[in-house]
């Protein structure tokens, strides 16, 4: 049983930065694909970012340019650096890893 503990969210005006983080319990050694999805009140989880063992990254188009999504396998850990961040990224994020979900983590940005 994996389990997934993100950290990072919070409040933060408009143009702010947040980096968020999601620390695996157990080796991310060998695991081919990660991901971060964001779910706001009354609408479906949505892909943000994946990224793959290879470091292949994809976005969403409302976060590229803007997003960044990293991994450090030595570290059992996945990150996503939010910059310019815009009213309409304020969601509840959460990190995917195979088949396990993290307990995701508030992003509000707001002035």
């Known amino acids: 049983q994996v389990q997934l503990v993100e950290s990072g969210g919070g409040l933060v005006q408009p143009g702010g930065s947040l980096r968020l983080s999601c620390a695996a319990s157990?080796?991310?050694?060998?695991?081919?694909?990660m991901e971060w999805y964001r779910q706001t009140p009354g609408k479906q989880r949505a892909l943000v970012a994946q990224?793959?063992?290879?470091?292949?990254?994809i976005y969403a188009d409302s976060v590229k340019g803007r997003f960044t999504i990293s991994r450090d396998d030595a570290k059992n850990t996945l990150y996503l650096q939010m910059n310019s961040l815009k009213p309409e990224d304020t969601a509840v994020y959460y990190c995917?890893?195979?088949?396990?979900w993290g307990q995701g983590t508030q992003v509000t940005v707001s002035s």
């Open positions: 990224i793959t063992s290879g470091g292949i990254t």
């Open positions: 157990g080796s991310m050694n060998g695991i081919y694909l």
């Open positions: 995917h890893i195979e088949k396990y």
